[in-house]
């Protein structure tokens, strides 16, 4: 069955620090890759798409990484501050806009 | 970038009624929209795409009779939730694709939260 896994369910990192988010999917052939942050009773908020022949996007403290052999994307966020604290969310695209999402990880910065 | 309005932000409704949500895009034309489920704590999961000017598609498992979704406007989709019941509540979001943005961008509207009692 089709599954798209992010590592945790929650993850703390101290203010200054890299955040690494992961997701990892099967049995998707996806067009791309996005991410997206989503706060508490709001929709969420498109941050990076990157194409299934790109190794790795950047904007500005955010960093995408997609591996289609391991079938998986990284997220990363350097010099992580307290206003990144958000639930983090990766989502396949199938080349027909229709987007499939992973169950988000809720990233806290701590000052 | 491009701005998706959602109405109403919340709502609370007596179990039986008929509750109708408005997806808007303000500043382009969305022939495609998308309505999504969220339960707490849970992930997005896509119900139905919605085209201008035909039927929805909707994804297995969810009755498009109990949700209905019209799409008469290159800026407006509206999901109608029939005879909601309490197991209907839900964070319920829109997104657009902007036909002349970034291919594959999706813009998402703020949710509708529907509590029926």
């Known amino acids: 069955s089709q599954k798209i896994e992010q590592n945790s369910e929650a993850l703390n990192i101290q203010e200054g620090k890299t955040a690494t988010l992961t997701c990892n999917y099967t049995?998707?052939?996806?067009?791309?890759l996005q991410w997206y942050r989503q706060d508490p009773g709001r929709g969420p908020v498109f941050l990076l798409l990157i194409r299934e022949n790109e190794k790795e996007k950047r904007k500005e403290r955010l960093k995408v990484t997609f591996d289609t052999t391991l079938k998986q994307s990284l997220f990363h966020i350097t010099a992580s501050q307290p206003a990144d604290s958000a639930t983090y969310l990766c989502?396949?695209?199938?080349?027909?806009?229709?987007?499939?999402f992973g169950t988000g990880t809720r990233l806290t910065v701590i000052p | 970038g491009a701005v998706v309005s959602q109405h109403p932000s919340w709502v609370i409704c007596k179990s039986g009624t008929s509750v109708k949500i408005e997806c808007r895009s303000l500043?382009?034309?969305?022939?495609?929209m998308f309505w999504y489920r969220q339960f707490p704590k849970q992930s997005l999961m896509l119900m139905a795409t919605s085209n201008e000017g035909s039927k929805a598609t909707y994804e297995q498992g969810v009755e498009k009779d109990k949700f209905l979704i019209n799409h008469a406007s290159l800026t407006l989709s509206t999901l109608t939730v029939t005879s909601a019941h309490p197991e209907d509540s839900s964070f319920y979001i829109c997104?657009?694709?902007?036909?002349?943005?970034?291919?594959?961008?999706?813009?998402f509207g703020e949710g509708s939260r529907l509590t029926v009692l």
């Open positions: 997104s657009a694709v902007d036909t002349g943005g970034v291919a594959g961008e999706l813009f």
């Open positions: 500043d382009f034309q969305a022939t495609t």
């Open positions: 049995n998707y052939s996806p067009a791309y």
């Open positions: 989502a396949l695209e199938d080349g027909a806009n229709n987007l499939f």
